[in-house]
């Protein structure tokens, strides 16, 4: 059984920083382009980051552009999000996720096969 298993999450307070990790048990998941969404109570799923399978490219939402920064570790098989800035509104529980090897619409989650359980952030103003 495939595993995406995130960890990192927290309390936080604003201005604050954390680190999101995800560790995936299938070795053929380094290939895989990774991403990273997150929801809110009461609304939908969104897109936070992705990255490509060798690291190269990366994309990010607006809403956390120039403060989350996601990477990968293909030796360790684990993608991260390190969240700096945090503000209240990132409160959410996040999702890693992983696509193929390639991917034509990246931003959304119906691309994604493999999701882990959720990690949750909390950032107190």
């Known amino acids: 059984q495939v595993q995406l298993v995130e960890s990192g999450g927290g309390l936080v307070q604003a201005g604050g920083s954390l680190r999101l990790s995800c560790a995936a048990s299938?070795?053929?998941?380094?290939?895989?382009?990774k991403g990273w969404f997150r929801q809110a109570p009461g609304k939908e799923r969104e897109f936070v980051a992705a990255?490509?399978?060798?690291?190269?490219?990366?994309y990010d939402a607006d809403s956390v552009k120039g403060r989350f920064t996601i990477s990968r570790d293909n030796v360790e098989n684990t993608v991260y999000l390190q969240m700096n800035s945090l503000k209240p509104e990132d409160t959410a529980v996040y999702y890693c996720?992983?696509?193929?090897?390639?991917?034509?619409?990246?931003?959304?989650?119906?691309?994604?096969?493999?999701w882990g359980q959720g990690t949750q952030v909390t950032v107190s103003s």
């Open positions: 299938r070795r053929t998941f380094s290939t895989y382009y």
């Open positions: 990255i490509s399978g060798d690291g190269t490219i990366t």
């Open positions: 996720a992983a696509a193929g090897p390639s991917i034509s619409r990246v931003r959304r989650a119906d691309e994604y096969n493999y």
